[in-house]
């Protein structure tokens, strides 16, 4: 087995005890992320900076001074800011844009010694259920149905974050969620992945989509990485006024496996018309191992579920179409060439018809319009009534004692690449129904894998937990993730 | 609520993106479409909701209104299109 696809917990403890070096195993995920390219998960490489900071790490684990993720390989979805590294939110708009500052998430995952392989792609702005929104191209899924070499999607927005992790080139990577993009990818490439409690993150130095629903969280190939890497991340950041001032638990130390007489709610609406029949096996098969563990399993109901997205597609271009005035072509990033005579307008308009792509452009019109005169208080007002209701839903069951939701993550496995080209929007937006309303009501989520559907590809289930019960959510997913055992990785063809 | 052609300009007008005269039905299609779909949340008795504002029940934190920052010019503009003698540069605004 080599280096690069060890978990953080077994690399942590190897390198504890000497037995592997953090020059070593990053070079190991050097050599993957290379041999890697036909997945083209890594859009912008960083050797000289991995090396660095390896040595770094070396230095800090021979002191005896060294935090769990000290010496860990990690990609970096190119929505955080990362100094003199090119950072671009996979749009052209940004191109050439290299921050003069480093997020909040990086900086703190540096400062406790990981270190950074490259950036990966991503949906444009994260906007984007399949990665196919990306200035760079697609990032391509390692898994493949059975014998066919169709490409298929790793799902997005942190398409790339999911690919890179599940193709073992590096050990975990950074994901960002906005409605779905760190459990969906997860869920498609069967790997872990937890959108934290809103606020549980620092979001400074994240490119902005929507800021009342963006949250960062970790990629990683166990729960227990999961446990590990939020511990980093996490924590009260003044530099971001919506951030949490709550101590961080020691997330690890809450996987006690134990989750007898705990309260797992079944919500009736999750139940969709259409929804394939491996979908509703999986949930049935994850629901009784959550029982054989001794769960107590109730059936409960969300009445606003199906309003969710309806509410999320108004809130989120109406937030974005704010945050995405800031590009502008003045500042930084791209500016059109202007013929004779242009004028300041004619520069905006320039610049941003050739700066975002197709997908970013629609979001931020139909965030203009609901935003407009006359129609904001019918279409936005009214998206954020329908979310306070959706909260409370949640906080009714949450009250009536359920510790943790399980639901499917997504309502089908991978899909092709190119596959949902003639599909509306809307077509598209319907990959998001599970994992939304978790970002309307501020919960955290996670994704876990927990079997193969009859084309060979993960499935995921997702569990959802009380606000800031991070720990108590992912004890119920590793005792999930035991349950279902699973450990199937994609044949390597790449 | 559909969305015409003269409705996808003025609202590409708002918000500062071209979009060609030949996409324009195109893009009044897809709005209309979407538009549809979150007219579903019309179905909804939002009587007496007051609309959510915070994700989390809390009080955002103040800082002191003090300078904490500054004396970073090159560094703010290092990454402007065009910066000229410490400044963003743009094309002419006022006549």
């Known amino acids: 087995m080599n280096a690069n696809s060890l978990t953080i917990a077994a690399a942590r403890d190897a390198l504890r005890k000497g037995e592997l070096s953090a020059v070593d195993l990053t070079m190991s995920c050097l050599t993957a992320m290379d041999a890697g390219d036909a997945l083209n998960a890594f859009v912008y490489k960083t050797p000289e900076i991995a090396l660095d900071q390896a040595r770094a790490a070396d230095a800090r684990l021979a002191a005896g001074d060294a935090p769990a993720m000290c010496g860990i390989p990690l990609g970096i979805k190119d929505l955080f800011c990362t100094r003199g590294v090119p950072s671009q939110a996979a749009s052209n708009i940004l191109k050439g844009f290299r921050p003069e500052y480093e997020s909040t998430v990086t900086t703190r995952l540096f400062e406790a010694g990981s270190v950074m392989l490259g950036k990966l792609n991503m949906d444009e702005f994260a906007m984007g259920s399949s990665n196919e929104t990306s200035c760079y191209g697609n990032a391509v899924n390692p898994w493949r149905r059975g014998n066919d070499d169709a490409a298929l999607t790793p799902g997005g927005s942190s398409g790339g974050s999911a690919a890179a992790v599940a193709a073992d080139l590096c050990l975990a990577a950074t994901g960002t969620d906005t409605g779905g993009s760190i459990r969906q990818p997860a869920a498609f490439t069967g790997i872990v992945g937890i959108k934290p409690t809103y606020g549980r993150v620092s979001r400074w130095g994240v490119v902005a989509f929507a800021s009342s629903l963006d949250q960062a969280g970790p990629m990683t190939k166990s729960v227990r990485d999961a446990a590990i890497m939020l511990g980093a991340m996490a924590g009260h950041d003044p530099k971001d006024s919506t951030s949490a001032?709550?101590?961080?638990?020691?997330?690890?130390?809450?996987?006690?496996?134990?989750i007898r007489g705990k309260v797992i709610g079944i919500p009736r609406e999750y139940r969709m018309d259409g929804m394939p029949a491996e979908i509703e096996a999986l949930w049935q098969k994850g629901i009784a191992m959550m029982r054989d563990a001794g769960a107590e399993i109730r059936d409960i109901s969300l009445p606003h579920t199906k309003y969710a997205l309806p509410a999320y597609y108004v809130i989120a271009p109406a937030e974005a179409s704010s945050n995405l005035a800031r590009y502008d072509g003045v500042k930084y990033g791209h500016r059109a060439r202007?013929?004779?005579?242009?004028?300041?307008t004619e520069m905006?308009?320039?610049?941003r018809a050739e700066g975002f792509g197709a997908e970013v452009q629609r979001r931020i019109l139909v965030g203009?319009?609901?935003?407009s005169a006359g129609f904001y208080d019918a279409y936005y007002n009214r998206a954020r009534k329908v979310r306070a209701l959706i909260k409370r839903d949640f906080e009714t069951v949450f009250a009536e004692g359920v510790d943790a939701i399980l639901t499917p993550a997504t309502p089908s496995s991978a899909f092709g690449l190119g596959e949902m080209a003639n599909a509306s929007p809307v077509e598209m937006y319907l990959n998001d129904v599970f994992t939304v309303t978790v970002n309307l009501a501020g919960l955290p989520g996670v994704s876990v894998p927990v079997g193969l559907d009859a084309q060979g590809l993960?499935?995921?289930?997702?569990?959802?937990?009380?606000?800031?019960?991070?720990?108590?959510l992912l004890n119920h997913a590793h005792v999930l993730e035991r349950a279902a055992g699973f450990v199937s990785k994609p044949a390597k063809w790449w | 609520m559909s969305i015409?052609?003269?409705?996808?300009r003025k609202v590409a007008k708002l918000a500062r993106i071209r979009v060609e005269e030949a996409a324009l039905p195109k893009l009044a299609e897809q709005l209309s479409g979407i538009l549809t779909f979150m007219e579903q949340l019309n179905e909804v008795d939002v009587e007496g909701v007051e609309p959510m504002v915070s994700v989390t029940p809390m009080r955002l934190k103040r800082r002191a209104d003090v300078v904490t920052d500054g004396n970073i010019q090159a560094q703010v503009l290092k990454n402007a299109p065009e910066a000229r003698e410490g400044f963003f540069?743009?094309?002419?605004v006022v006549e």
């Open chain 1, 348 to 351: 905006y308009e320039k610049t």
């Open chain 1, 458 to 472: 993960p499935l995921g289930l997702q569990l959802i937990g009380r606000p800031w019960d991070e720990a108590g």
């Open chain 1, 338 to 344: 202007l013929a004779q005579g242009d004028g300041i």
């Open chain 1, 245 to 258: 001032d709550l101590s961080v638990p020691d997330f690890e130390a809450a996987l006690t496996g134990d």
């Open chain 2, 89 to 92: 540069a743009v094309p002419k």
């Open chain 2, 4 to 8: 015409d052609i003269e409705t996808a």
């Open chain 1, 368 to 371: 203009t319009y609901v935003l």
